[in-house]
């Protein structure tokens, strides 16, 4: 059986169309196929289908429609595919039998094309992904009261789609073929300055330099005249780039998947190196590269790696992820750090972080993690595979419960002298390296009475090895053993880094590191060591470069 809902309703078994009723039984199939293979609520169900006047007999007649379809879409003997589920209704649907599954599949697998540099496999993608379409979504339903928000999200999903295709195109070389469809779409769309770019750019491909200023005077007085605002600060350096006629506006390569067609802010020089961030949301980055920002900047310098990872089938998160992380690499770059980023869909969010991890070879892998979320344990999920199989060191940021009330103004590390506090000594080093905060040893002050050495020595042991490496002074603190004295020590602000022992995958965290983890007032920082070259390592180090016990470092070891 399949389903069509780009462009008027259909549906079809076994290509032989079927009778789906009257306008609001059609209404409410397309309402069930928008969330396809999800519970909707009947509740839900009669907003969309009667808005804010819903007869008395709502329930009763939506009980109605729903035996209706059933029969329509379950005849022959056909299995069950509408499910009564509490509090509502399920439509079971393969992905590949309903064309908006198959477009928001074609669409992820075509910006991640163009994010690769693949502007023919992703032109290919992204013409097979508007194919699909038959007119406008949902054409002969447009009137019912849900079909107002679901339409305008299907348009702008088509119009990203659209906005990528021109973009794999232009990379192209397909100028030329190019003008004319994008003067339509411009008139169709003129607030969007992403096809306002594309225009001009391909005009200006195509020798006409002329018409391309004309066209970005029109878009200049549209905006003004329309929302009292200039072009956006990319839009005007694309003029002044073809009134000066500079070669970066000459055919080159896609980079990346939602980059417009206007020249991106000037990059600082290539970096050698590259940390990789992976928020789990939106609102996790910021913690992130309060971490990752200054270690980008420390010397040599660092790219900083930003992904966004979003379910499958969650075209319009993920439209907003790529905004919204281009925004931040913007503002990045502005402030000197070289910046990537990209956002993709993924059900296997664990092993495609590893592999962007592999293929972008990155000293660094940066996630978060809550703490309500400590209890699943490390070994499981997304966090479990990375840990597992990332071929860097790994960081998990778990931020406080409530942010710091005063300035963070040291990096803490209890240090037992373990091969795992290694692992975190050297990370914590190269924050406060790259931030010139202070760097505090935290060791066990002993129990004296009971004839127990406190860890002075060990502490001034690693401090040797910290300054001969890293340049960085520390501060040996002697606080109680286990996670009490930890604790205290952290309540004046900072940043605390903790390794993870080997057998994090059988112990987890283990029950100090854990009430630690819990409960500690600043950012923790849980740290596993990776077989890849740390931050710390020469830059011509090619395997794993650690600390030596012994008071120097082991060198260069190939």
């Known amino acids: 059986m399949e389903f069509r809902v780009l462009g008027p309703l259909e549906a079809y078994d076994d290509g032989r169309p079927l009778a789906l009723g009257g306008t609001k039984q059609r209404a409410l199939l397309a309402t069930l196929l928008l969330h396809a293979n999800r519970v909707v609520s009947a509740d839900r169900l009669i907003d969309d289908l009667w808005g804010d006047h819903p007869p008395e007999t709502a329930l009763n007649t939506l009980q109605a429609f729903v035996s209706r379809l059933r029969k329509a879409l379950e005849h022959g003997g056909r299995p069950r595919v509408l499910h009564t589920r509490a509090p509502g209704y399920l439509l079971e649907v ?86 004319a469809e994008l003067a339509a779409l411009v008139g169709e769309h003129p607030l969007r300055e992403r096809l306002r770019g594309q225009q001009l750019l391909a005009l200006y491909r195509s020798g006409r330099q002329a018409e391309a200023l004309d066209a970005y005077q029109d878009a200049r007085r549209t905006l003004v005249d329309e929302l009292g605002i200039d072009p956006s600060p990319a839009l005007q350096q694309l003029e002044k780039a073809i009134l000066r006629q500079d070669p970066s506006l000459d055919l080159a390569p896609v980079q990346r998947p939602a980059a417009p067609a206007l020249p991106p802010v000037p990059a600082p020089p290539s970096a050698e190196r590259s940390l990789l961030v992976v928020p789990g949301a939106d609102d996790a980055l910021d913690g992130l590269l309060a971490v ?229 007032p600043v950012p923790v920082l849980l740290v596993r060591r990776g077989p890849r070259p740390g931050g710390l390592a020469p830059r011509e180090t090619l395997t794993r470069f650690s600390w030596s016990l012994a008071g120097t470092p082991e060198g260069v070891r190939r």
Do not use: K, M
């Open 94 to 179: 393969d992905p590949e039998c309903l064309d908006l599954a198959r477009f928001e599949q074609l669409l992820a697998r075509g910006e991640r094309a163009l994010a690769d540099g693949d502007a023919p496999g992703a032109s290919a993608l992204l013409h097979e992904a508007l194919d699909l379409w038959r007119g406008p979504p949902l054409d002969d339903v447009a009137h019912e009261p849900f079909a107002l928000v679901a339409i305008r999200r299907l348009d702008e999903l088509r119009l990203t789609a659209l906005e990528q295709r021109l973009e794999a195109d232009l990379a192209l070389g397909r100028h030329g073929d190019l003008v």
């Open 292 to 520: 990752a920002e200054p270690l980008a900047r420390s010397s040599p310098p660092r790219e900083l790696v930003v992904a966004r990872l979003v379910g499958p089938g969650r075209a319009d998160e993920l439209a907003r992820a790529t905004a919204s992380l281009h925004a931040r690499r913007d503002a990045l770059v502005r402030q000197g750090v070289s910046a990537r980023v990209a956002a993709f869909t993924s059900a296997e969010r664990g092993r495609d972080v590893v592999r962007l991890a592999t293929r972008q070879e990155v000293e660094l892998v940066l996630l978060d993690c809550a703490r309500a979320d400590l209890a699943a344990g490390l070994a499981r999920g997304e966090l479990g595979a990375v840990l597992a199989e990332a071929p860097s060191d790994v960081a998990v940021l778990v931020p406080p419960e409530r942010p710091a009330g005063g300035a963070q103004t040291a990096v803490l590390v209890p240090f037992g002298g373990a091969d795992h506090d290694w692992a975190a000594l050297e990370l914590a080093a190269w924050v406060a390296h790259a931030t010139g905060a202070p760097l505090r040893l935290l060791g066990s002050a002993g129990r004296p009475g009971a004839g127990e050495r406190d860890a002075s020595w060990l502490l001034a042991n690693a401090s040797l090895v910290v300054q001969h490496v890293a340049g960085v002074p520390t501060e040996p603190v002697l606080v109680p053993p286990g996670a009490a004295g930890v604790l205290d020590a952290a309540g004046a602000g900072g940043l605390l880094v903790v390794g993870l022992a080997e057998t994090w995958r059988q112990e987890g965290l283990g029950a100090v590191r854990e009430e630690i983890a819990r409960r500690a």
